[in-house]
């Protein structure tokens, strides 16, 4: 096993922060609003975006920019600048063992450990159905989510919450966390304890809307933001959607009226859409425009036969 780099005792006046995504941008800022002294950002290399030649930073490198810090692309960087401790927030990529050899670092981390370790821990317990999840401060080892807990914070999951707010959430109570922690000293990290489960990357697969499966099923995969279907060969998102009455009869994947699909046992009312090369709409709009006919099927290349009058 690798032998970790100490902690340090007190607080932390020199940092090395490692992140990537949006989500990433708020704990920085805070570390820098907080008087920390950031004396370095690591984060992935500059992306091509769309068919054009110029590269666009991550959003990390982009707020540390706009901080007047030094960026780097390279984690070996990290143990040159005579920082006391690393922080790394939705970093993306894997510490090597010598490097945590040298500087001790921590990790926040969007969920209860070690349940959901991994890279998409929002949206497996949104997925999974579950009722709480929440926010770990870790020690950072070489396995993937498997060092000590400092310090966890519990965020119930409301009913309705999408991907997005509950993102929101979690970002706000670890960057307080993060900050709390950091002003008073880290505490020691205590051994993870319960069942283990890995937030595995989402698959593009995941998002297309399987209507076999049941409302509150398919309404997990709404909420993630990204769930489609497809209408009469075309692509139609579907971005927010309400729970029906369960006891439906009809094939599922069919219109039961204008804006209400058939699922296994239950029906699925559709709120907003996104039709393909268009914008985001009200459900009901895109009805009144598209309509969708009683009995015709979503999910298909094309649409089935209608087997009743139009709903409008």
């Known amino acids: ?72 692309h390279r984690v070996a960087d990290a143990v040159d600048v005579g920082a006391a401790l690393g922080v790394v927030v939705a970093f993306g990529q894997l510490i090597t063992p010598d490097v945590l050899a040298v500087l001790p670092m921590v990790n926040l981390h969007f969920s209860l450990l070690p349940r959901w370790r991994g890279a998409a821990p929002v949206e497996r317990a949104l ?66 304890v319960g069942e283990q489960t890995y937030a595995a990357k989402l698959d593009p697969a995941e998002f297309a809307i399987d209507w076999q499966r049941t409302a509150t099923e398919i309404d997990r995969v709404v909420r993630l933001g990204v769930a489609w279907t497809t209408f009469r060969g075309k692509r139609l998102k579907i971005l927010g959607a309400e729970i ?36 985001v709409m009200p459900a009901l709009a895109w009805a009144n425009g598209a309509r969708p006919l009683i009995g015709e099927r979503l999910g298909e290349s094309s649409g089935t036969s209608p087997v009743a009058a139009d709903p409008t």
């Open 1 to 72: 096993m690798t032998e970790l780099a100490a902690l340090p005792m007190g607080r932390p006046q020199r940092i090395v922060y490692l992140g990537t995504p949006e989500m990433a941008v708020a704990p920085l800022e805070a570390l820098v609003a907080g008087g920390f002294e950031v004396v370095l950002v690591v984060t992935r290399a500059d992306k091509r975006r769309g068919r054009g030649s110029e590269l666009t930073p991550s959003p990390v490198k982009a707020a540390a920019m706009r901080l007047g810090l030094a960026v780097s």
């Open 244 to 279: 029906g009455e369960a006891g439906t009869d009809a094939v599922a994947g069919t219109f039961v009226d204008a804006t209400s699909v058939a699922c296994w046992q239950s029906a699925l009312v559709l709120d907003r859409v996104q039709p393909e090369g268009k914008p």
């Open 127 to 192: 997925l999974a159905g579950d009722d709480v999840t929440g926010v770990c401060l870790m020690q950072l080892e070489v396995g993937l989510d498997t060092g000590g807990i400092i310090d966890r914070t519990e965020v119930p999951i409301g009913a309705r919450q999408t991907a997005d707010d509950l993102r929101r959430i979690l970002v706000d109570v670890g960057t307080t966390q993060l900050i709390d922690n950091l002003q008073r000293g880290l505490g020691p990290a205590v051994a993870q």
